[in-house]
């Protein structure tokens, strides 16, 4: 099994950049991709990005440009840097990973975007 922990949330001003963290701990080799969703009061769980294993990646359309996803293998950790920050990125962002024997989601972490 897999054990994510999310960090790096928090209040901030629109325009403002944010880092968050997931670390992973447990059957870290089993894990072939990690990512981020996030949720936000009222709506479903939306995606926001992915890496591979591979260091291959993707991101949600309203994100584009203004988000990265990245890793550090040797701390079993992936981030999400998060810049020229909106409103409409309130939410909840949930870490989680992919494995041969199914996924995990870490706790979650608030990250508010007001003035």
């Known amino acids: 099994q897999v054990q994510l922990a999310e960090s790096g949330g928090g209040l901030v001003q629109p325009g403002g950049s944010l880092r968050l963290s997931c670390a992973a701990s447990?059957?870290?080799?089993?894990?072939?991709?990690m990512g981020w969703h996030r949720q936000a009061p009222g709506k479903q769980r939306e995606f926001v990005t992915y890496?591979?294993?591979?260091?291959?990646?993707n991101y949600a359309d309203s994100v584009k440009g203004r988000f990265t996803i990245s890793r550090d293998n040797a701390k079993n950790t992936v981030y999400l840097q998060m810049n020229s920050l909106k409103p409409e990125d309130t939410a909840v962002y949930y870490c989680?990973?992919?494995?041969?024997?199914?996924?995990?989601w870490g706790q979650g972490t608030q990250v508010t975007v007001s003035s």
């Open positions: 447990g059957s870290i080799s089993s894990i072939n991709s």
């Open positions: 989680y990973s992919g494995s041969t024997t199914g996924g995990s």
């Open positions: 890496i591979t294993k591979t260091g291959r990646t």
